[in-house]
């Protein structure tokens, strides 16, 4: 009996070694960023079993994945020319090639703002969103990565009824990883009022697979095609109370006029992923004023595909970077590139300073972060740590003309994994409006030195942020 057991035991390691080798050989096949095959190869190596099933959940590609047809594509992006862009805008000379690549790589055009609006708070957000949803007269389109059962999600669900009830037509889309622990009873009240609700990528054993890992982090709100809100903020009580170091820091933006139509055409391709219903017209592209202080581009990424369109985006923002360039974001875990451009552009003079929050909602995140920072400190970049809370905003501005808000996080999941979107915007009132907040914020943080820094932590915590740094693909 003991001589069967061992030979079945015999047996399953050596089906259990050839199924790691195979994935390892696979990962190496895929050609995928270094880091990432040499993340995987020590998850598979040094974690037995476990390896697997994080690979299974976490690992597979899904480059072939059809997001939407280029033909309806093409149909939308026709549309929202038609709201009130000629497409003859152009960008000052030196950011032209910014623009054409945005253009070239997500097809996406340079829309005149009429207003172009910062919003620096969560309350602010909530109470902006609820006027212009009780203002809305055609269609509502709502999309968040994260909506919450309680006083904040049952609160704008009740707005979205009320209109509902109206004869507003009223879309949601919810992300099904991101709303894991919500009650689906929490969605279905919104359906029996005739909201059109839809999840992104459903979540359900035994199709768990990958998915798990795609993610739409995006929150975009589109009101008549006429009012648009873009940037970090989540449907859930703690982005408007605070976290119980502090308030939770966040950004928005709010569109008014053809740059709407931006936020539209993301919206309306997430709506035909989800739905499988392509959703167009004029109604949803009303004919918009021409022209604005602002020019916008929106720029979705995800995973489908080769080109990471924001992560080469925010790359080359750095390197067209003369004088400054401030960044915010709540999770530093970059790729190469973007941490090569961040050190370029530092070692060239300019002013590079990066904020993040001195404590996330990850320890080991937190980890993963401070072992990127002496690197770029070495090189010149300034890095604050903000204590007044949880910093959550996603930001970039430099030379007081090119800025961006979105969902996007300076981290891999972000960069490679994630369904996100941002709004470039060209022009000088936003990139101020940014400049001024990063300098108010600033005064909530603590810079960090570099000998401080380097001599203030223990040996267990520098080891304890290289290990983390190992995974920080895979967060």
Same mark, same amino acid.
């Given at each position: 009996?003991?001589?069967? +057991?061992?030979?079945?035991?015999?047996?399953?390691?050596?089906?259990?070694?050839?199924?790691?080798?195979?994935?390892?050989?696979k990962v190496v096949l895929n050609n995928r960023d270094t880091v990432k095959t040499l993340a995987w190869i020590l998850v598979l190596l040094f974690l037995p079993f476990l390896g697997l099933l994080l690979y299974f959940f976490f690992g597979r590609d899904t480059r072939r994945l059809k997001i939407i047809s280029s033909r309806l594509l093409s149909q939308l992006q026709k549309n929202q020319l038609g709201s009130g862009s000629d497409g003859q805008y152009?960008?000052?000379?030196?950011?032209?090639?910014?623009?054409?690549?945005?253009?070239?790589?997500?097809?996406?055009?340079?829309?005149?703002?009429?207003?172009?609006?910062?919003?620096?708070?969560?309350?602010?957000?909530?109470?902006?969103?609820?006027?212009?949803?009780?203002?809305?007269?055609?269609?509502?389109?709502?999309?968040?990565?994260?909506?919450?059962?309680?006083?904040?999600?049952?609160?704008?669900?009740?707005?979205?009824?009320?209109?509902?009830?109206?004869?507003?037509?009223?879309?949601?889309?919810?992300?099904?990883?991101?709303?894991?622990?919500? +009650?689906?009873?929490?969605?279905?009240?919104?359906?029996c009022a005739g909201i059109y609700v839809e999840s992104f990528m459903k979540v359900r054993f035994p199709l768990l697979t990958n998915k798990v890992n795609y993610r739409n982090h995006?929150?975009?709100?589109?009101i008549d095609g006429k009012v648009g809100f873009v940037g970090g903020c989540n449907i859930a009580d703690r982005y408007l109370h605070g976290v119980k170091w502090g308030e939770w820091?966040?950004?928005?933006?709010?569109?008014?006029?053809?740059?709407?139509?931006?936020?539209?055409?993301?919206?309306?391709?997430?709506?035909?992923?989800?739905?499988?219903?392509?959703?167009?017209?004029?109604?949803?592209?009303?004919?918009?004023?021409?022209?604005?202080?602002?020019?916008?581009?929106?720029?979705?990424? +995800?995973?489908v595909g080769e080109v990471r369109t924001i992560m080469t985006g925010m790359t080359k923002a750095l390197f067209l970077a003369k004088g400054y360039a401030y960044l915010q974001t709540p999770y530093f875990m970059p790729s190469e590139s973007f941490l090569h451009a961040l050190k370029s552009a530092a070692l060239s003079g300019v002013d590079v300073r990066l904020m993040i929050p001195e404590h996330s909602d990850s320890r080991l995140v937190d980890y993963a972060t401070r072992s990127y920072l002496v690197d770029i400190m070495k090189a010149g970049v300034k890095v604050y740590l903000y204590g007044g809370g949880f910093l959550h905003s996603k930001t970039y501005v430099s030379d007081d003309y090119l800025s961006s808000v979105?969902?996007? +996080?300076?981290?891999?999941?972000s960069f490679y994994y994630n369904f996100e979107v941002s709004a470039f915007v060209y022009g000088k009132d936003v990139a101020l409006a940014l400049k001024e907040n990063f300098f108010e914020d600033m005064k909530s943080c603590k810079q960090l030195s570099l000998n401080g820094f380097m001599k203030g932590r223990s040996f267990k915590e520098r080891c304890l942020e290289s290990v983390a740094r190992l995974f920080s693909p895979l967060l």
């Open positions: 009996m003991m001589s069967g +057991n061992i030979t079945l035991m015999g047996l399953f390691y050596f089906i259990y070694i050839v199924a790691v080798v195979s994935l390892m050989i152009e960008v000052e000379p030196e950011y032209s090639s910014l623009a054409t690549f945005f253009r070239n790589s997500s097809s996406v055009s340079l829309l005149g703002a009429s207003e172009a609006k910062v919003i620096l708070s969560p309350m602010e957000f909530a109470s902006l969103l609820y006027k212009e949803i009780d203002a809305a007269e055609n269609h509502i389109h709502i999309q968040f990565y994260i909506f919450e059962n309680d006083e904040f999600g049952v609160l704008l669900r009740e707005h979205l009824i009320a209109k509902a009830k109206q004869g507003v037509e009223v879309r949601v889309i919810y992300d099904s990883v991101g709303c894991l622990g919500v +009650n689906k009873e929490f969605f279905e009240v919104m359906r995006r929150k975009v709100v589109v820091r966040d950004t928005m933006l709010l569109l008014r006029g053809a740059a709407v139509g931006g936020l539209q055409t993301s919206f309306l391709v997430d709506w035909y992923f989800t739905s499988r219903s392509l959703v167009c017209g004029k109604r949803y592209f009303p004919q918009q004023v021409s022209g604005g202080a602002s020019l916008v581009q929106v720029v979705q990424s +995800n995973p979105g969902s996007v +996080n300076i981290d891999f999941r």
